[in-house]
């Protein structure tokens, strides 16, 4: 399976991004999906993940600005990203995965993500 991110940029504080993933074959209703980011010089974390019945985690982080989404039809999972904050700022990746529980376990094999940079 090939993951591939768009959608990052640079922007304000307090402006928007759409991020989309797209998913080779057409597993995207079959599988739970995550993003996760990585800031810089920090680890990577999870920060929104939609299960298959449509189940949706965040990070308390990004709680409240951050939207996690599919489209079946285009294989492909989107990061709507509302009052974008400076500490925002990651390399962000796309995941498909499964749900144990509540948690989310991403596949391996990841994308090569896509760069949010935001300013105050």
């Known amino acids: 399976v090939q993951l591939v991110e768009s959608g990052g940029g640079s922007v304000q504080a307090g402006e928007s991004l759409r991020l989309s993933c797209g998913v080779s074959?057409?597993?995207?209703?079959?599988?739970?999906a995550g993003w996760y980011r990585q800031p810089p010089g920090k680890q990577r974390e999870l920060v929104a993940a939609?299960?298959?019945?449509?189940?949706?985690e965040y990070a308390e982080s990004v709680k409240g600005r951050f939207t996690i989404s599919r489209d079946n039809g285009k294989n492909s999972n989107y990061l709507e990203m509302n009052s974008l904050k400076p500490e925002d700022t990651a390399v962000y990746y796309c995941?498909?995965?499964?749900?144990?529980?509540?948690?989310?376990?991403?596949?391996?094999?990841w994308g090569q993500g896509t760069q949010v940079t935001v300013s105050s």
């Open positions: 995941t498909i995965g499964t749900f144990i529980g509540t948690a989310y376990y991403p596949n391996p094999g």
């Open positions: 074959g057409s597993i995207v209703s079959i599988m739970a």
């Open positions: 939609l299960s298959r019945g449509g189940r949706t």
